[in-house]
């Protein structure tokens, strides 16, 4: 499967402030998403990172606070903008080479965010 | 939709015992399953997958049990060890699109 490089590995940031956080991956991809997992819960989809248009986003979730980016098929981007402490949480980004009705997503090791 | 849990489920399991993990799911139409097992500061990572035209399949120490008519899920791991200990998560296909719902996850703990 697809080796994921998330940076930065962890974060504190002060509120008020944004952080950009970056997918790596080392093989073309179909399709890359956005999570967050917030304390001791699931994995909520934050949004489908599409190549060469805007993301899709799940409900509950905005662009002027999560903007996304993907320019490749290996590369993707979230920021997360105007911190505040409830954006607090792990962001994990995961790809698939196919579909996920059909094909398992890989995960990168998350960006742990805490925000003061 | 979204899977939030505030209190993760908890299995606690003697080292050498066999663990079983559920998982309800409420689609009756998603055809595709995955097991992810996700270790402390790490990502989610796939164990196993399941499609709806299969009943069980095993893996090397799991398998993963289909059951459509009450549509529940389970994941049975075989001679737990203490590199078990984990939260896992079942997911499914969802919202009519490329997306993925996943439950809410249960803790093992292994004890030595």
């Known amino acids: 499967s697809a080796v994921i490089s998330q940076k930065p590995s962890r974060d504190i940031c002060q509120r008020g402030t944004s952080l950009t956080i970056q997918c790596q991956v080392d093989s073309q991809v179909t399709m890359m998403f956005w999570y967050r997992q917030q304390p001791g819960q699931s994995l909520t989809l934050i949004a489908t990172?599409?190549?060469?248009?805007?993301?899709?986003?799940e409900s509950g979730f905005v662009i002027d606070k999560f903007p996304i980016s993907r320019p490749n098929l290996t590369f993707s981007t979230l920021t997360v903008s105007n911190m505040s402490p409830e954006d607090s949480s792990i962001y994990l980004c995961s790809v698939s080479s196919g579909t996920v009705s059909n094909q398992p997503q890989h995960f990168g090791d998350g960006t742990r965010l805490s925000i003061l | 939709g979204e899977s939030v849990g505030l209190h993760l489920p908890t299995l606690s399991v003697q080292e050498g015992d066999n663990s079983i993990i559920n998982c309800a799911y409420s689609n009756s139409a998603s055809d595709y399953f995955i097991w992810y097992k996700q270790e402390s500061g790490k990502g989610p990572q796939f164990i196993i997958d399941?499609?709806?035209?299969?009943d069980k399949r095993q893996g090397q120490r799991v398998t993963v049990l289909l059951n459509k008519t009450v549509k529940h899920l389970s994941l049975q791991i075989a001679a737990t060890q203490p590199g078990d200990s984990a939260v896992y998560f079942c997911a499914e296909p969802s919202g009519g699109y490329q997306k993925v719902t996943f439950g809410i996850g249960t803790k093992l703990q292994v004890i030595p």
């Open positions: 990172a599409n190549q060469g248009s805007e993301a899709t986003y």
């Open positions: 399941i499609r709806s035209n299969m």
